[in-house]
C-alpha cells in the first residue's frame, strides 16, 4: 500500500509567519497612525470680540471694562438726525443700573461729559428698545453718544444675562481695511442687512 503524504510548498511555512507578525505590528501600531494628539481642548476658536479687535473703535478709544457683555449687532441706520452707528449687546451677572454705571464710566474716562436728553437729539426714539425712555446722553469734542439699558424679564442672582443695551454712537470708518479679522461679520458683528428690509435691522 502507497502512503500518499502532502506536503507544502516550501518557504509557505515562513511566510505564513512573517505575515502573522506583521499583522500584530499593525495592530500595536495601527492607533498612532493619521491621528492628531489629544490635547483636550474641544472647543472651536472663538472669535475676537467686536470691540477689542479695534476694528470699528468706540468714540474716544472708550472700553467697556469691568463689564461682561456679549455684542450682539454692530450696524450703521439712517435716523432723523442723520447717519447714526447702533451698537448692541447683552449684559452678565450685574442689574440694570450696575451695567448702565459701567456703560457711562467708560465713556466719562475718555473725556465725556453726561448731558441731558433735549428734544432735537430724541428724534429717532423709535428705534430704541424700549421706545427711547431711560437713555443716559453724553458728549465730548461735538460727538454724542446716548446709552439705553434694559433689564431681561425673569431673571434673577442666578441668571448668567441679565438686560441688553444700545449704544447710539457716531459712525466710524473701519480702523484697519486692510486686516482680515475686520472683514469678518463674526468678529465685527457687522451683519449684512438685506436692502430691502432697512427695518428689520433695527430689530436686532
Not at 502573522?20 to 492628531?36: D, H, I, S, Y
Amino acid at each position: 500500500m502507497t502512503t500518499l503524504v502532502r506536503r507544502w510548498p516550501v518557504g509557505r511555512g515562513a511566510l505564513t509567519a512573517a505575515l502573522a507578525v506583521v499583522a500584530l505590528v499593525l495592530l500595536f501600531l495601527g492607533p498612532t497612525f493619521g491621528r492628531a494628539e489629544p490635547d483636550h481642548n474641544y472647543r472651536p476658536p472663538l472669535p475676537v470680540d467686536a470691540i477689542e479687535s479695534g476694528c470699528y473703535p468706540l468714540p474716544g478709544g472708550a472700553r467697556l471694562d469691568g463689564l461682561a457683555y456679549q455684542v450682539r449687532r454692530d450696524t450703521d441706520v439712517t435716523t432723523a438726525a442723520g447717519e447714526r452707528r447702533r451698537l448692541r449687546g447683552h449684559y452678565d451677572l450685574v442689574d440694570r443700573g450696575e451695567a448702565q454705571r459701567l456703560l457711562v464710566e467708560a465713556f466719562r474716562s475718555v473725556g465725556f461729559t453726561l448731558v441731558p436728553e433735549v428734544a432735537e437729539d430724541a428724534g429717532d426714539t423709535g428705534s430704541h428698545p424700549d421706545g427711547g425712555s431711560g437713555a443716559v446722553q453724553l458728549r465730548a469734542d461735538g460727538e454724542t453718544v446716548r446709552i439705553t439699558v434694559r433689564e431681561l424679564p425673569d431673571t434673577d442672582a442666578e441668571t448668567l444675562v441679565r438686560g441688553e443695551f444700545v449704544l447710539d454712537l457716531p459712525v466710524v470708518a473701519v480702523a484697519r481695511p486692510d486686516d482680515p479679522t475686520c472683514d469678518r461679520p463674526s468678529s465685527t458683528k457687522r451683519w449684512p442687512v438685506p436692502s430691502l428690509s432697512s427695518s428689520w435691522a433695527s430689530l436686532w
